[in-house]
T-cell receptor, first 112, second 112 residues
Framework: EAGVTQFPSHSVIEKGQTVTLRCDPISGHDNLYWYRRVMGKEIKFLLHFVKESKQDESGMPNNRFLAERTGGTYSTLKVQPAELEDSGVYFC??????????FGPGTRLTVT | RKEVEQDPGPFNVPEGATVAFNCTYSNSASQSFFWYRQDCRKEPKLLMSVYSSGNEDGRFTAQLNRASQYISLLIRDSKLSDSATYLCVVNPKKSSGDKLTFGTGTRLAVRP
């Protein structure tokens, strides 16, 4: 069974540009989560989808971040405009039920 | 105060040693607890869930003390392949859904 996949694996952009990260969950997993780890800090929750609905977006840092999950399959996370403090590793996770989450390899975002 | 606190280490131990990691959490209403393992520049992977009665999986034993809000992980007969960062992870409360709260991780290095 294929795991969670994320694209791109790395992205380097300039401050003020836009970046879109993509996550493909494990097939059949209704729950999809985004997390972020900035350098030196712990992994932090951003938001949670159940199918196409946002269940919890309490971790989204500000309105420069927009997450979508059209059709309840893959999800995108757009950062517009990117700021230096947005640099970090963005992880996506999926689960078929609460409590057991499977993580993707992450997208390493560098904003210069 | 951080929601989940861990000693960052690193713990440097010889092969065959027994090593223990501890973690404390601040939210007494927390419902579920996990240890994840993260290799360098990789995604977190679930190592084991932690139950009040304690649980064991091969060389790994996890314990939870709800009264003290304390979680532990014991690794016996350390292998070189155990070298990684071990993340203490808590699900804050049932009603918040499944967002996970991570500690910063404890780094383990097992030497020959």
């Amino acid at each position: 069974e294929a795991g969670v996949t994320q694209f791109p694996s790395h992205s380097v952009i300039e401050k003020g540009q836009t970046v879109t990260l993509r996550c493909d969950p494990i097939s059949g997993h209704d729950n999809l989560y985004w997390y972020r780890r900035v350098m030196g800090k712990e992994i932090k929750f951003l938001l949670h989808f159940v199918k196409e609905s946002k269940q919890d977006e309490s971790g989204m840092p500000n309105n420069r971040f927009l997450a979508e999950r059209t059709g309840g399959t893959y999800s995108t996370l757009k950062v517009q405009p990117a700021e230096l403090e947005d640099s970090g590793v963005y992880f996506c996770a999926s689960s078929p039920h609460p409590y057991e989450q499977y993580f993707g390899p992450g997208t390493r975002l560098t904003v210069t | 105060r951080k929601e989940v606190e861990q000693d960052p280490g690193p713990f440097n131990v010889p092969e065959g040693a027994t090593v223990a990691f501890n973690c404390t959490y601040s939210n007494s209403a927390s419902q579920s607890f996990f240890w994840y393992r993260q290799d360098c520049r990789k995604e977190p992977k679930l190592l084991m869930s932690v139950y009040s009665s304690g649980n064991e999986d091969g060389r790994f034993t996890a314990q939870l003390n709800r009264a003290s809000q304390y979680i532990s992980l014991l690794i016996r007969d350390s292998k070189l392949s155990d070298s990684a960062t071990y993340l203490c992870v808590v699900n804050p409360k049932k009603s918040s859904g499944d967002k996970l709260t991570f500690g910063t991780g404890t780094r383990l290095a097992v030497r020959p």
